[in-house]
């Protein structure tokens, strides 16, 4: 149990024998009692701090006596004077009753209960207590599994005594870490499981099933690859494609749901003034490059150069731009090597053996370099073999020549043996010998797991420091701070180049034309012998090209999600290209009826339709890159809401121009459980919208293993379009039907597996008016999302959908 359960024991024993000492010297009125009893109680023999603890806290003019906090609200005690006695029913010496009992022939217990009952569903608090200085009623008093909290169960209390001859099970019930442990809930709740209606998704047959792409969108699915992701690494044409398609970072996107100074903060949030990190630079500016010469030549005193950036943001394009173009003077004059700790180290179980043996193959493929040769390993030692013909063997030269050279190989074998120490030799023999600089790139380090990115910074901080190697390390910005917060790079300073995302419109743009002078022809890779015509994909780019230039809704909807991954913008545009879900046939035949300068123009609900859906039938939220905004965990109707919610206060509280955008979690509990929500909601929702990427913590937190949520959450704009954006749109609601629980019995049996377009949007009029019905349970005054001008939003999507379809 610990010291503090001792302690807390020992301070209610004491505390129990100052009352029978002093149990009739007052008459306690309500405050006495609070000072001299139950204050007691919770601050020296419960465990909790009066940091914990909100002395009558208002909302819309009720005070509580008690509000506690771990650190969510999770308590309410309603304070009764001493006088207030709570009768038992006779001969009854258990610690568990039923509510309806003890309030069936006490009404002074049942007014105390329902007050505080009262103040707990409106601040969203699951545990009530009422408390007269000596006796304590311990409930549930807000639920979220549809049974009302007055036929629950409570636990009592009668006395001091009591308390002490069961002390253990006051502590589990009702002290701070009890309570942080969620016991009472458990032992009240027993193992029931909510009882949430089943998905619509739940009854589908094929639900699961695959959507089936015709023999044209196979072939443009494997073309769109090959020209759109697959050709970046393809070595014949690298330096054309990096040329044409290399995109500056630091642009702000021009379509973002986010504050620009949000997103201009992003590595701050990391990097703090009191934080002992690296100096950071931006790798790049609109005008030049900004890792100089005289950057790769200093070798920033022997330590790695960090090339920092978010995942998908375009580290591996940059490091290969600094290679073929911008550094391209530079690479002339050195042996430059470049190891991907991503795709080809993921089989390996040694990384440092691999390092090694990938550095050898490189010198060997790419500089004809071979470390194990005669004529080149005796080169590199050939100090060594000078001191070793004076050494003890010079004798045996002019006795045995033979055997003396068979003594020389053996040296020379137990220098090559160990390849850590002959690698660096021998890049020291180049580097002088070739008078070249050496310098090797490491790259997406951040694929992998945490304890292979630790390796990986260990290995290279050695390389830095006693090879004669120039080393380049691109990781996440959170990556460092773990590494540097752990202790694995302490005292590490270190200049970093922070590697922010580029326009997603300019990217994508390049990207196409590139893959179109391929498919025309105009570019020769090997790969492309196996096709015989790439017309369908010329008229395919072509429609790409010219929607995204004329029909911004499409590109703002990519930047957004993606937002900053470009990896997955690229993804995104190969999925609707080999899509079952778009009529290709009938986008290709109405390109190829149309002039050489008009062209087919893709509507937002096309595009979207692709993404959301993916291979799938049906949407699935597993692996959709789109979110079910209305999911839920309890069988309470206004949680369909509650990710919405958070998500819009968090934007109003970070609208300030100067504003990270960061806002602390026990402000975020508390608006929420204000508004009635219970901290199991709260926490199911958070960690669902962290999953999905919909909100984000502070990259300087480090979670451990107890699934603690951050300290601070913060916007991103997946989360922000979601609630601004995609919750208007008729694709989007029509999508995830199938993945909501529906409440109302009556509702749910009207939404069904349909698949007609005029049944489709039927059944997306239902949805809305079942939403509608659980939004009058939320008192909308409290909150800054508006459900009502949303669904106004989405009815006339509807409507409009009807207009055209008839």
Known sequence: MGLDYDSSRDALQNLLKWYELHVNDYNRN???????????????????????????ESNENEYTDYSLSCPRRSLIIEAKKEGVYFELPA????????????????????????????????????????????QFIIFIASRSDGKPPMKGKAIVFVSLQRMLDDFISLWDYISKPGVQEKKLLKYLLGENRLNLPTKLSASILSYHSTKLRNNIQNDLKTVAELVIEDVSIAREIETDFIKECFCSSGALSQYATISKSILRQRYDALFGSEFNGPILAPATTKKSLSITPEIFANSISSRPILLLGDVGVGKTIFIRY????????????????????????ALSSNLENFFLNEIEKQLLIDYKVDIKKRNFVRGVYNLDL?????????????????????????????????????????????????????????????????????????????????????????????TFHKSKKSGALSAYHSKAFTIAPPRVDEVLKKRLQFALKIAQGKLSLKKFQ???????????????????????????????????????????ITTFIGSGHVD????????????????????????????????????????????????????????????????????????????????????????????????????????????????????RYMPNNNGTIPPSLRNTTVGVYHISKLIRNFVYLDAIIVDTPILDKDIRG?????????????????????LDKQWTFINENSVNFNWKHIVKHIRN??????????
């Open 584 to 699: 290709t046939r009938k986008i290709l035949e109405i390109e190829e009826k149309r002039g050489p300068n008009e062209h087919y123009l893709i509507p937002l609900h096309e595009f979207l339709r692709a993404i959301i859906y993916e291979d799938n039938i049906y949407y699935n939220s597993t692996s959709s890159h789109i979110s079910n905004i209305f999911d839920i965990t309890t069988p309470d109707g206004r949680e369909h809401f509650l990710l919405a919610i958070v998500i819009e206060y968090i934007n109003i509280a970070t609208s300030l121009p100067n504003s990270d955008g960061f806002v602390e979690i026990k402000k975020i509990y508390e608006y929420a459980q204000n508004i009635g929500f219970t901290p199991n909601q709260i926490d199911s929702t958070l960690i669902r919208g962290l999953q999905k990427k919909l909100i984000e913590g502070s990259p």
């Open 750 to 770: 009207k939404i069904s597996d349909v698949h007609s377009i005029e049944d489709r949007l039927e059944r997306a009029n239902i949805f809305c008016d079942y």
């Open 386 to 478: 000078e001191r070793f013909s004076q050494g003890v063997n010079a004798d045996l030269k002019k006795i045995d020549e033979k055997a003396y050279k068979i003594k020389e190989i053996e040296f020379l074998e137990s220098k090559i043996k160990n390849l850590d120490d002959h690698l660096k030799n021998s890049l020291n023999h180049l580097s002088r010998g070739r008078k070249k600089q050496i310098i090797l790139f490491l790259d997406n380090a951040d694929q992998r797991d945490e304890e292979i990115q630790q390796k990986a910074f260990m290995i290279a901080h050695e390389i830095a420091a006693n090879w004669p190697v120039t080393v380049f390390l691109s990781i996440r910005p959170e």
């Open 91 to 134: 001969g009854h010496s258990k610690l568990e009753y039923s509510i309806k009992s003890l309030c069936r022939d006490n009404q002074q217990i049942k007014i105390a209960i329902e007050q505080a009952m009262n103040y707990c569903q409106n601040r969203g608090t699951p545990l009530g207590a009422v408390c007269n200085g000596h």
């Open 797 to 806: 999507n509807i409507r409009n959908i009807s207009l055209r379809i008839s």
């Open 30 to 56: 309500e405050a006495t009692t609070r000072l001299q009893l139950i204050d007691r109680l919770l601050f020296e023999c419960l465990g909790w701090e009066k940091e914990d603890c909100i002395v009558e």
């Open 530 to 572: 196996i096709f015989v015509s790439l017309d369908k994909l010329q008229n395919y780019l072509q429609v790409l090209l010219s929607s995204f230039e004329k029909n911004k809704d499409i590109i703002e909807f990519i930047d957004n999600i993606c937002f900053g991954n470009i990896r997955l913008a690229l993804e995104f």
């Open 322 to 345: 600094l290679i073929n173009v911008a550094g391209v003077e530079i690479m002339e004059n050195a042996i430059s090597l470049y190891i991907d700790l991503g795709s080809k180290a």
